[in-house]
């Protein structure tokens, strides 16, 4: 494991994680983000690509769900109000055909019992837009790695 720059000092934790997430330990990593407001979209993966994620950027549940047929991510941040098949249907169909991938839902409109009802379903968490790319990023990062620790166990028996 690639460990932090030495003068981490008194707040080693906070900046050791930062570290973490910011440094090369998220190459390799594949998150899928879905969501309508394409700025928001755009702003997103722009940013998590400068970080060394290989991000891919879709803007409808139903684009979303025909991509998963073919490809594999590690990590989804899905947006719960889109126009046609919103993020909570999405959520449920993504579950079925991906159990293992870990979901993080958005909502943009203060609702938290959306993103209460996404995690019943089986996300991961949910942030609240505008969402802090810092807190985002932890979340994916902390998704990432109960995704890594299912698999393991999987792989173990």
Known sequence: MKMPPPG???QGVR???DFLVKGMLMEGFRVLVVDDE???LETIVKRLRKRKVDAVGLTSGVEALKYLETEHFDVVILDVRMPGLDGIETLKEMKKKRPL???IMLTGHASVESGMQGMQ???FDYVIKPADF????EKIRQAR???SI???KLRRG
């Open 8 to 10: 981490f000092g008194s």
């Open 15 to 17: 900046r050791h994680r």
């Open 38 to 40: 394409t700025d928001f």
């Open 101 to 103: 991938m870990e979901v």
């Open 121 to 123: 379903l089986g996300a």
């Open 134 to 137: 810092d807190e985002l990023m």
């Open 145 to 147: 790695e109960r995704k």
């Open 150 to 152: 299912h698999e393991e």
